[in-house]
């Protein structure tokens, strides 16, 4: 029986603003081209039938040109080579309207090596004759305007009239835990039983579910975009091979991408340097290759806030870091209490500081100097009116 061979990625977020890391944003983009140039070469060397992305290949509608142009040379040569490319639109490479213009996958599909399923309303929908298989793909592109909770399969369904039948989304599928919330849910039971590969985006997280003869699988990203992928410990994409009556072999493909931690420095009534004691903290940690992230938190005094020096925080872990992100959003300045006096006259105030100085100064001649300017003071004091 014939069997057809599948790479499956999405969440690829290609040339991605990311302005946070200001003089290393050009390096950290290249993580992103890095980890899809892993994919590229492993679908050079293993030549799949179908080469799938699920939405969010680029993190933006307006990629720049260095990345668009490797893109299109790399499709060129899979395309040359027999490998089938299909693309769905993510919420990150698709416009939002009309005044956004044309999504950059637009411009993959008039070049003839891709074909781009751009339907938002129903699925588009192609075949494509692989070996002595009819392979019927439907795809539906990120429709921003479903309203949160819609199902964008409820009025419209997938092709199944393949031999295999293959559908490609990038939605929140019901079951499938996710960080985003208020969004459009497809629903198991709107995904037809004949549907053998649910080929989705959208999660950033390796995840799939069985149902009956239908696999659903989320690939994940293939780099970390934010912190909230910092514990996500693989990113990597699908290897699938199926027939016609169910799934020959899956495997998970992990892509090589850079670390990302949290360290959390908590200020104690105890803290004197805690410059001096975060920097050492940090270092305990050091590493070229890391994304690190420090959480300053606690209630601080004003004279243990003065000696918290950012600046120099970042600056000394600069060269044992990739970078470094300070996040002090929770350290909270813990105002000092003062001991309230009863309402003093100018005259009355006057007199007692110098009262003070005088009883605390042990040298004779300097208690006399004092108490000369504090009969000086007060005669001053009462020309001027003061009581």
């Not at 040109?65 to 395309?79: D, G």
């Not at 910092?230 to 799934?247: A, D, M, Y």
């Not at 805690?274 to 070229?288: F, V």
């Not at 606690?298 to 872990?317: A, C, D, F, S, W």
Request: net charge positive; with cysteine; glycine share 4%.
């Amino acid at each position: 029986m014939s069997t057809i061979k599948i790479l499956h990625t999405a969440d690829n977020h290609l040339d991605p603003a990311l302005t946070m890391y200001r003089h290393k944003i050009n390096e950290r983009r290249r993580d992103f081209w890095n980890a899809f140039k892993y994919v590229l070469d492993y679908a050079d060397k293993r030549k799949p039938d179908l080469f799938l992305i699920s939405g969010d290949l680029y993190d933006r509608v307006n990629p720049r040109n260095p990345p668009r142009t490797h893109i299109l040379k790399h499709f060129r040569h899979l395309h040359n080579k027999g490998t089938k490319i299909f693309l769905v639109g993510g919420h990150h490479d698709t416009p939002r309207s009309v005044e956004e213009g044309a999504s950059p996958l637009d411009e993959l599909a008039a070049s003839g090596y891709v074909t781009y399923l751009a339907g938002v309303i129903k699925p588009a929908i192609e075949h494509v004759k692989i070996n002595d298989l009819d392979v019927c793909i439907s795809g539906l592109t990120y429709n921003f305007n479903l309203a949160p909770g819609e199902d964008p399969l409820r009025k419209s369904k997938p092709g199944v009239e393949g031999d295999i039948n293959i559908l490609m989304l990038h939605y929140t599928i019901q079951e499938f835990a996710s960080y985003v919330v208020n969004e459009p849910l497809v629903r198991l039971s709107n995904i037809p039983s004949e549907i053998n590969y649910v080929a989705a985006g959208h999660i950033h997280e390796h995840k799939e579910k069985q149902r009956s003869r239908t696999l659903v699988a989320y690939p994940g990203s293939t780099e970390r975009r934010s912190f909230i992928e910092e514990k996500t410990e693989k990113k990597g994409f699908l290897w699938i091979e199926l027939n016609q009556e169910k799934i020959v072999s899956k495997e998970f493909i992990e892509v090589p991408t850079r670390p990302m931690k949290t360290l959390t420095y908590h200020f104690t009534p105890n803290t004197l340097s805690p410059t001096t004691e975060i920097i050492s903290y940090a270092l305990q940690h050091r590493d070229p290759e890391l994304i690190l992230r420090l959480q300053i938190t606690g209630k601080v005094p004003l004279h243990t806030l003065t000696k918290y020096q950012r600046n120099e925080i970042l600056r000394r872990l600069l060269d044992h870091f990739f970078f470094v992100i300070i996040d002090d959003r929770d350290l909270i300045y813990k105002a000092e209490k003062f001991e309230t006096v009863g309402r003093l006259t100018p005259l009355k105030a006057f007199t007692d500081y110098m009262n003070q100085l005088i009883q605390k100064e042990n040298n004779p001649q300097r208690r006399r100097i004092l108490e000369l300017a504090k009969k000086i003071g007060v005669e001053k004091l009462e020309e001027a009116g003061a009581w």
